[in-house]
């Protein structure tokens, strides 16, 4: 299925086995499912994602992925050629992230990493190659700026350390998006990313954080209102 025009994939139950980078360079695939009669795979909480389950690998994303809590390591080139991507946040689950992650993801904006400094792995540079980091923010927990700056992979970024109160924010509005139902997910996942980017832009520049989260607040009232 690389580098097709692929929107849509649905695994069925009788999938065990998928290949490295199946759906690299998928540049329009927003919506992955899998059968939850799936014994060796799922994606759980509608994340449009392909997560080993025993393990909590993330082997395969797509534009419209949105990494929940649980996942403990992205595979290689799990987000090879999304193109399209905006936007990531990484679980403080995570505890392994492989080369080319997130290769020639180029449109990301803003890294959002949960990852505590106590638990914070050095990465292979070659995980984020392709990326434009010189334009793209990457925002860690409070207080592990530090860390984050001297530890292999992550210190390539220029990371902005939020305050507790934006943090707190931004936490709040990523546990309300994973308590959507899919439906509602789809239907605004491209409006939530570009909402997510241009808070993170307010974030970093700390002006118009109110502004952000009322439309935040906004978008979410209208989803589940639908």
Not at 24 to 33: R, S, V
Request: charged residues 20%.
């Amino acid at each position: 299925f690389s580098f097709s025009g692929l929107r849509s994939v649905t695994i069925p139950s009788s999938v065990t086995s998928i290949d490295l980078g199946i759906f690299d360079y998928c540049e329009d695939l927003e919506q992955i499912i899998i059968d939850e009669a799936n014994p060796v795979y799922d994606s759980r909480n509608n994340c449009n994602a392909v997560i080993e389950t025993s393990t909590g690998l993330l082997v395969e994303g797509c534009n419209a992925t949105i990494i929940p809590e649980g996942v403990t390591s992205i595979g290689n080139g799990a987000f090879g050629g999304c193109r399209k991507l905006s936007s990531v946040t990484i679980p403080s689950t995570v505890t392994y992230i492989d080369a080319y992650a997130f290769f020639e993801c180029n449109a990301i904006k803003s890294m959002t990493s949960l990852i505590e400094p106590g638990n914070i792995m050095e990465v292979m540079t070659c995980a984020f190659d392709g990326m434009d980091r010189e334009n793209c923010v990457l925002y860690v927990p409070v207080g592990a700026k530090d860390v984050y700056s001297v530890t292999g992979g992550w210190r390539d970024w220029s990371s902005d350390e939020e305050t507790q109160a934006e943090w707190d924010s931004a936490m709040e509005l990523y546990n309300n998006w994973n308590e959507m139902s899919s439906e509602d997910k789809q239907s605004k996942i491209a409006e939530y990313q570009a909402a997510l980017a241009e808070y993170n832009v307010a974030v970093q520049s700390h002006k118009a954080r109110d502004e952000y989260y009322e439309r935040f607040e906004t978008l979410q009232g209208n989803s589940h209102s639908n």
